[in-house]
């Protein structure tokens, strides 16, 4: 009777224990993955860009998580939070033009950060749906890799509230139907995008609403680029 009240007792305690465990996971609203393929001419406008996400972050209720893969560095992952940002880790040399690899990136950070919805954006290069006579349809760029635009939905663990596109060309019709699974909004152009990108400091609080207004965040982009003079405006 004795062993079998401890065995009771044991069983009791470890279900309580796994009961626990599953409470202190505290779920934010919103985790927003940036995944900077920049290992390429573009390393120094992906380190602009985050000094802006720093700048415009001031959410305590969103987590905004950025994949840096640059040259001449080994990838990290940065939590960015207001005015600073914390390194959360760091990778080993990888090609994060790869789908599967891009793939352990994002579950890596979902399972880090875990929120009752994600945002996803994608910065790099993108070549898109070009004419037949480009042979890929492509976003990002490592060593001259490229992901296809069918690799780089089925990589894609979550499903996001939004996909934002901070690459050329990728507000393409064709790009929207592999991702309509995958996303409910993408925002993207359908033109090349200038170097300097998305005004991060002023899109990303208007990403980190729990409503996020989209055409508001085509017109923050709009007049920021429409506010500048000669050949950038």
């Given at each position: 009777?004795?062993?079998?009240?401890?065995?009771?007792?044991?069983?009791?305690?470890?279900?309580?224990?796994?009961?626990?465990?599953?409470?202190?996971?505290?779920?934010?609203?919103?985790?927003?993955?940036?995944?900077?393929?920049?290992?390429?001419?573009?390393?120094?406008?992906?380190?602009?860009?985050?000094?802006?996400?720093?700048?415009?972050?001031?959410?305590?209720?969103?987590?905004?998580?950025?994949?840096?893969?640059l040259a001449r560095e080994l990838?990290?992952?940065?939590?960015?939070?207001?005015?600073?940002?914390?390194?959360?880790?760091?990778?080993?040399?990888?090609?994060?033009?790869?789908?599967?690899?891009?793939?352990?990136?994002?579950?890596?950070?979902?399972?880090?950060?875990?929120?009752?919805?994600?945002?996803?954006?994608?910065?790099?290069?993108?070549?898109?749906?070009?004419?037949?006579?480009?042979?890929?349809?492509?976003?990002?760029?490592?060593?001259?890799?490229?992901?296809n635009i069918a690799e780089l939905?089925?990589?894609?663990?979550?499903?996001?509230?939004?996909?934002?596109?901070?690459?050329?060309?990728?507000?393409?019709?064709?790009?929207?139907?592999?991702?309509?699974?995958?996303?409910?909004?993408?925002?993207?152009?359908?033109?090349?995008?200038?170097?300097?990108?998305?005004?991060?400091?002023?899109?990303?609080?208007?990403?980190?609403?729990?409503?996020?207004?989209?055409?508001?965040?085509?017109?923050?982009?709009?007049?920021?680029?429409d506010n500048l003079d000669g050949?950038?405006?």
């Amino acid at each position: 009777m004795k062993i079998e009240k401890i065995i009771l007792l044991s069983a009791l305690l470890m279900l309580i224990a796994c009961h626990t465990e599953h409470d202190d996971i505290i779920y934010a609203e919103r985790t927003i993955i940036v995944y900077m393929s920049a290992d390429n001419d573009l390393s120094e406008d992906a380190l602009n860009d985050i000094e802006e996400m720093k700048g415009g972050f001031n959410s305590t209720d969103t987590h905004l998580i950025v994949f840096a893969d640059l040259a001449r560095e080994l990838p990290y992952l940065l939590e960015i939070v207001p005015n600073s940002a914390k390194t959360i880790k760091i990778y080993p040399e990888i090609n994060s033009a790869n789908a599967s690899q891009m793939q352990d990136v994002l579950e890596d950070i979902i399972d880090l950060y875990p929120a009752h919805s994600y945002g996803l954006v994608l910065w790099s290069h993108g070549t898109s749906w070009l004419p037949s006579d480009i042979p890929l349809r492509s976003f990002g760029k490592d060593h001259g890799n490229e992901m296809n635009i069918a690799e780089l939905s089925k990589s894609l663990p979550t499903h996001f509230d939004f996909i934002l596109f901070d690459a050329c060309l990728m507000g393409a019709v064709e790009v929207a139907y592999e991702l309509k699974d995958k996303t409910d909004f993408i925002v993207a152009s359908s033109t090349e995008i200038i170097y300097a990108g998305f005004p991060y400091d002023k899109i990303i609080p208007e990403l980190s609403k729990s409503k996020i207004d989209f055409k508001q965040v085509g017109e923050v982009y709009f007049d920021y680029y429409d506010n500048l003079d000669g050949a950038y405006r």
